[in-house]
């Protein structure tokens, strides 16, 4: 079902929690399938099996049989091991097993707004500096960082362009300046609202880089187009350019990418801010 899934939309995966999201996603859809069939095959034999001609005077006794009862029951409790055997566990790894930001990962911050997403990285000593409104400046601080405050002298800020690391578990704490809007990674299977007014962990693994991925997709219909970022929430008249970008590098690509953020910080200074 998940190969079927893919030919007809599915992205393939490229995260360590993408597999059983995928296999929740098939299952589903074959449960969808045995109804649709069942249901539609009962309609049809009641539609010919009491037509008027057959039938010229009211039943008034009804159905004696169980069977539809018996049916229901069914349903219900293939329903309960869809979610007690198979969301569930999902579900809580996304909530309970957020990495603590003192573990060995990448940590970054989103802040959305219409209709960019804005990257907060903390640089070299893992502390993010502290944001403040009346900082704000769309053009040149989105997030109003204040750079005199501690940590904040190393941090950098992407717009619409977020770089992670392959095999490397990433925790990212996802925010709005606004409407809600919704982070969405279809190959990476993550997608999560971002509510205004709140702070929401979210974590996952790539398994394979941007080049590896440009390669899988030889010959399909996704040849020659990266990984984006997408909002799947309506939020406004611009939402249809709400898009992002994701880049997957090695260890190099990305030690080079973080060399690359240094130079910048150092040709800005902070009179810049």
């Given at each position: 079902?998940?190969?079927?899934?893919?030919?007809?939309?599915?992205?393939?995966?490229?995260?360590?929690?993408?597999?059983?999201?995928?296999?929740?996603?098939?299952?589903?859809?074959?449960?969808?399938?045995?109804?649709?069939?069942?249901?539609?095959?009962?309609?049809?034999?009641?539609?010919?099996?009491?037509?008027?001609?057959?039938?010229?005077?009211?039943?008034?006794?009804?159905?004696?049989?169980?069977?539809?009862?018996?049916?229901?029951?069914?349903?219900?409790?293939?329903?309960?091991?869809?979610?007690?055997?198979?969301?569930?566990?999902?579900?809580?790894?996304?909530?309970?097993?957020?990495?603590?930001?003192?573990?060995?990962?990448?940590?970054?911050?989103?802040?959305?707004?219409?209709?960019?997403?804005?990257?907060?990285?903390?640089?070299?000593?893992?502390?993010?500096?502290?944001?403040?409104?009346?900082?704000?400046?769309?053009?040149?601080?989105?997030?109003?960082l204040d750079r005199a405050s501690i940590g904040a002298a190393d941090d950098f800020v992407t717009i619409n362009?977020?770089?992670?690391?392959?095999?490397?578990?990433?925790?990212?704490?996802?925010?709005?300046?606004?409407?809600?809007?919704?982070?969405?990674?279809?190959?990476?299977?993550?997608?999560?609202?971002?509510?205004?007014?709140?702070?929401?962990?979210?974590?996952?693994?790539?398994?394979?880089?941007?080049?590896?991925?440009?390669?899988?997709?030889?010959?399909?219909p996704r040849e020659g187009k990266g990984l984006e970022i997408a909002c799947a929430q309506l939020c406004g008249?611009?939402?249809?350019?709400?898009?992002?970008?994701?880049?997957?590098?090695?260890?190099?690509?990305?030690?080079?990418?973080?060399?690359?953020?240094?130079?910048?910080?150092?040709?800005?200074?902070?009179?810049?801010?």
């Amino acid at each position: 079902m998940i190969e079927i899934l893919r030919n007809y939309g599915l992205p393939i995966n490229i995260s360590i929690d993408g597999f059983a999201i995928d296999e929740v996603i098939g299952l589903i859809h074959w449960l969808m399938l045995i109804l649709f069939v069942g249901w539609g095959t009962f309609f049809i034999v009641s539609l010919v099996k009491f037509r008027q001609s057959k039938n010229p005077t009211a039943n008034y006794v009804g159905v004696k049989s169980h069977l539809s009862s018996l049916l229901e029951g069914v349903v219900a409790v293939v329903e309960i091991i869809l979610l007690v055997g198979f969301a569930f566990p999902i579900w809580a790894n996304r909530v309970s097993n957020v990495p603590d930001t003192r573990d060995d990962i990448i940590h970054a911050k989103i802040i959305a707004q219409q209709y960019v997403w804005n990257i907060h990285y903390p640089g070299e000593d893992g502390i993010f500096g502290s944001t403040k409104p009346n900082l704000v400046d769309e053009m040149d601080n989105p997030i109003g960082l204040d750079r005199a405050s501690i940590g904040a002298a190393d941090d950098f800020v992407t717009i619409n362009q977020l770089h992670i690391l392959k095999n490397k578990k990433i925790r990212i704490d996802l925010t709005t300046k606004d409407v809600i809007h919704s982070f969405t990674l279809p190959e990476l299977r993550v997608k999560q609202d971002a509510i205004p007014g709140m702070s929401i962990p979210i974590h996952f693994e790539a398994t394979m880089t941007s080049a590896e991925f440009l390669e899988e997709m030889k010959g399909t219909p996704r040849e020659g187009k990266g990984l984006e970022i997408a909002c799947a929430q309506l939020c406004g008249l611009g939402h249809y350019r709400m898009r992002g970008f994701l880049t997957i590098h090695d260890d190099q690509g990305y030690a080079d990418w973080i060399e690359e953020q240094k130079a910048y910080i150092d040709e800005e200074g902070d009179d810049d801010w």
